[in-house]
């Protein structure tokens, strides 16, 4: 297991982790939302550090965003928003979403690692899921790698308010160094980036 990957594996032991998102894999994420969100809407970065979701929203938005280190308490905040667009602190995923589901309107889309326990919200509750509990659907599934963390495996899920279980929208992600790139694969939905 490489070392980014203990690490994260063991970030549910230490309070104080951050790994800044690497600002390529924000764009990415914020093109993204442009078939979601509408002018008018609400977004929040809820663990800012230094704002790199927060400073990429479209002016369109009226955006808000949490960070600890400035007293900005995302588990206190008490308004809601349309959108909740991130990196959350995967050593307390459970009472992120906890938080998530009481703020956000329309959907949140967040960036999850393979090996972490963070897997465990999506199987935790009805055989339906827990997010299908709170009043969410999974809209979309991006896999990829982050290089910055070492090529380590993360999953981008779009998650949407609403009551809609019967499909899933998958989207493969690869890296353009992949092994794959290039080569016929036998899922049509194969993507080379994020759209």
């Known amino acids: 297991m490489s070392n980014i990957a203990k690490s994260f594996c063991n970030s ?4 104080d982790v951050k790994y800044s998102t690497p600002r390529a894999l924000v764009k990415d994420m914020i093109n993204a939302m442009n078939d979601y969100w509408k002018s ?12 790199r979701f927060y400073n990429e929203f479209p002016d369109f938005l009226t955006k ?8 900005k ?23 992120w979403w906890v938080q998530s589901f009481k703020v956000a309107k329309k959907g949140i889309f ?3 690692p393979l090996t972490t326990p963070c897997n465990r919200p999506l199987v935790e509750s009805s055989d339906k899921g827990w997010f299908y509990d709170n009043g969410f659907y999974v809209e979309k599934i991006w896999l990829t790698t982050v290089k910055e963390w070492f090529g ?3 999953l981008l899920m779009l998650v949407l308010k609403g009551q809609r279980i019967e499909k899933i929208n998958t989207m493969y992600v690869v890296d353009k160094d992949d092994l794959m ?15």
């Open 12 to 15: 549910s032991k230490r309070k």
């Open 110 to 112: 967040y960036i999850q």
């Open 64 to 71: 808000d965003y949490c960070e600890l280190d400035e007293g």
């Open 181 to 195: 790139q290039g080569e016929e694969h036998e899922n049509k939905h194969w993507q080379s980036s994020l759209k």
């Open 40 to 51: 008018g809407d609400s977004a929040l970065d809820p663990c800012a550090g230094d704002k």
């Open 152 to 154: 380590f495996p993360v």
């Open 73 to 95: 308490d995302f588990y206190q905040y008490d308004k809601q928003v349309d959108w909740i667009v991130g990196n959350p602190p995967f050593s307390n995923l459970r009472k």
